[in-house]
């Protein structure tokens, strides 16, 4: 038995022996930097929300795609990663004038597994979104409405003000951003932004005053126009019924809640009366308590607090006389911007914003 022991104690000497210098040589550091390859491109898909484009917009996105692909495979050097890109259409809603798609490039790094190199299954991508309505980052170029399509009040007002805005994040430096060059970069969490645009040009507008508070009258009215209608309900009378020792608070609460929403609309309407050179000014927002009501007030972008920089989708920004897939506005997202992964290929994107801004199609 003592041979035995000796034996298979030997035995298991002698296997981690013959394992250890393949741990050893494999460094998830130096795989940082070992050279990576291009693999073979899948075909275009399509979101699964959206409907093919027609046969025209495919193949203008397509050459679009190649000129992208092309800059990329010229000077982005995959290190530490194996790396495809691929093409996804996508219909944008609420977009009148262009076809949505992106360009997608996909690492995928290399990393020890069990003392070997190995590849991830899950990808590390960055993408280009041509004419975008939406950003990966929450922004949205498009108006916001305030019923659903059943006609209720939509859940998506009851934060945002009613509309889609720009926040701190976009608005860098504490100032509204500038296209006088043709675009805006930005860091948000771990992702660094370039939005590419015609030069001087936006693709959405900001909201004046007058607009943001008439937008509040409305959801406002809505709001009261919903409560009174559950007030005057069936379920509202039976629960008074069902609790008659409560009956008394929950009238109470009842004229409690109908009272604020009642004082946040003469609060938004004694606003709306104040003199034309005050409503016309960009709506620059936070919430704020104002004479016990809890409300959007208005302030700076250089207010630490500000909350949100209302927008609207500018339909004057494109030409509508060119073709869907025209690439009119760009959005380019490289995530994990601050990994060796992002870093590489941030450096060809601030390389070449002349290179993209020539991508959109002149007016």
């Known amino acids: 038995m003592k041979k035995l022991f000796i034996f298979f104690l030997c035995l298991y000497g002698a296997s981690a022996s013959a394992q250890e210098p ?10 940082k930097s070992e050279p990576g390859k291009w693999l073979p491109q899948p075909k275009d898909e399509v979101d699964l929300s959206s409907s093919r484009p027609s046969a025209a917009d495919v193949a203008g996105a397509k050459t679009v795609f190649n000129k992208m692909g092309k800059l990329f495979q010229e000077q ?9 890109n691929y093409l996804t259409h996508f219909s944008a809603p609420g977009s009148l004038y262009s076809n949505s798609y992106i360009y997608t490039l996909s690492n995928f790094r290399y990393l020890c597994i069990n003392g070997k190199r190995a590849r991830n299954a899950e990808a590390v991508s960055s993408s280009v979104t041509i004419n975008p309505v939406q950003t990966s980052g929450g922004v949205q170029f498009r108006k916001m409405d305030v019923y659903d399509q059943s006609g209720k009040l939509s859940s998506e007002v009851d934060n945002t003000g009613g509309f889609y805005s720009l926040t701190s994040t976009q608005c860098k430096g504490k100032r509204l951003p500038d296209f006088s060059n043709g675009y805006h970069s930005f860091q948000s969490g771990g992702d660094y932004y370039v939005w590419i645009t015609y030069e001087g040009k ?17 959801i406002g009215e ?16 039976e629960l008074l019924d069902l609790l008659p020792e409560n009956k008394e608070k929950l009238l109470e609460g009842k004229e409690s809640e109908l009272s604020r929403y009642e004082d946040l609309l003469e609060s938004y309407r004694k606003d709306l009366r104040k003199d034309s050179a005050w409503l016309n000014k960009i709506a620059v927002v ?19 607090y ?51 801004k020539s991508i959109l199609v002149n007016q």
């Open 222 to 237: 809505a709001k009261l126009k919903e409560k009174n209608k559950y007030y005057s309900s069936k379920d509202w009378k």
């Open 76 to 84: 982005y050097n995959p290190l530490g990663v194996d790396v495809y």
């Open 286 to 304: 936070k919430q704020e308590t104002v004479s016990d009501v809890y409300r959007y007030v208005f302030t700076t972008v250089d207010d630490p």
């Open 22 to 31: 393949i741990a050893i040589g494999c460094d998830n550091e130096k795989l």
């Open 306 to 356: 500000m909350s949100a920089v209302p927008i609207m989708p500018n339909p004057d920004y494109y030409n509508r006389k060119l073709p869907k897939w025209a690439p009119q506005f760009m959005i380019i997202d490289i995530s994990w911007s601050e990994d060796f992964i992002g870093k590489n290929i941030r450096k060809v994107i601030d390389n070449n914003i002349e290179y993209f």
């Open 202 to 218: 936006m693709p959405y507008r900001y909201v004046s005053r007058k607009e943001f508070l008439e937008k509040q009258v409305v």
